[in-house]
């Protein structure tokens, strides 16, 4: 009795296993291949980084990139999926890659795009290449007289510069009665360090006739 439900055991367990096996051996996987060719930007295979890699679905699926620059990832089962290339040194295009039971189909991706809508078709096997190189720092700027002058603060040290040696000249040129009216508000507001501007402008420019004038006035 016991061996005939060991034996009943065994069986169904068997069973069970091969209904989840079948379906496994079933499935259908291709091959995804290409080659990174060399371009302006990188013109010799040699200058690969050993760790490029070619990453299909995000790092499902991955390959390294032989010596000769060519790559095949195995056993892809269908759908659709994104081809991305790591490098350190070097930026490639993303490739949207489509297999199905007509085999492999590449296309261009459209960056902003709905993933339903395909981009142009490419040729199977692959040949990508490099687009660019890889920029992690800005490139700082050199020297410039031009951008030390268009500098705000270099503009007001020299503007403060230009007035030291006006300012006497224009003192010197004052009405004399404007002059020492001056020293007498400087006298009596000790926080006044410096002339107001304006007026002194105004006096300098005026050649000193209304100063007289009003000097005139208060003596009468």
Known sequence: M???IRSSFSCLVLILLSLFAIPSFCVET?????KLVPSSTLKDLSQLEPTTKIILDGG???ALIRKNGKFVIDDVPQGSYLLEISSKKFIYPKIRVDVDSEGVK???TIIGSE???TGPSLQYP???SARSTSEYFMVRDGFSIA???ANPYIIMMGFSVLLLFIMPKMMANMDPDALRELQENQTQNPL???PDLSSTIANFMSGGNNNNANAERRRN
């Open 2 to 4: 016991h061996s005939f």
């Open 30 to 34: 291709y091959k995804i291949e290409g």
């Open 60 to 62: 499902k699926y991955s």
């Open 106 to 108: 590449p296309f261009v």
């Open 115 to 117: 993933w339903s809508n």
């Open 126 to 128: 692959l040949e990508l």
């Open 147 to 149: 951008s030390l002058f």
């Open 192 to 194: 006044a360090e410096m």
